[in-house]
C-alpha cells in the first residue's frame, strides 16, 4: 500500500472551558477542510473514554503532498495559531500505511 499519509494527535486541554472552545475551533476548521481538501481522505476527531479533556484526531491523506496542502491552508494555519491557548500539551505521531482496507466510493 504506497499511498497514504496519516496522522495521530493526542490533544490535553487545559479545562472544560478550554474543551468547550477547542470543540468550536475544530468544527470551524472542519468547514475549510471539507469544503477545499480533496487530498484529505480523514479527518475525525474523536473523545476518548473517560478523557474528557482529551481530544484525539486520526487524520488520513491521499499522500505527503495533500498533508503538505493541508497544513498551508488558512483554515489550517488558524487552527495551529489558535490552538495553543487551549491546550495543556500535545503528542504527534506520524503514520506511513504500508497495508489495510481503503474505502472508495464516498
Known amino acids: 500500500m504506497s499511498e497514504g499519509f496519516g496522522l495521530f ?4 486541554l487545559n479545562d472544560q472551558e478550554a474543551a468547550r472552545a477547542f470543540d ?5 476548521t472542519l468547514e475549510g477542510i ?3 481538501e480533496p487530498g484529505t481522505l ?5 473523545v476518548p473514554e473517560g478523557e ?19 497544513e498551508a491552508q488558512p483554515h489550517t ?3 495551529l495559531a489558535e490552538r495553543e491557548q487551549y491546550l495543556a500539551g500535545v503528542e504527534v505521531t506520524f503514520l506511513d ?3 489495510g482496507k ?3 466510493g464516498l
Do not use: G, N
Open 77 to 79: 494555519q488558524y487552527f
Open 9 to 12: 494527535v493526542r490533544f490535553a
Open 34 to 36: 471539507r469544503r477545499s
Open 102 to 104: 481503503v474505502a472508495t
Open 52 to 70: 474528557p479533556l482529551v481530544r484525539v484526531f486520526y487524520e488520513l491523506y491521499a499522500d505527503r503532498a495533500a498533508f503538505d496542502a493541508h
Open 97 to 99: 500505511a504500508i497495508s
Open 24 to 28: 468550536e475551533l475544530c468544527a470551524t
Open 42 to 46: 480523514t479527518y475525525v476527531v474523536h
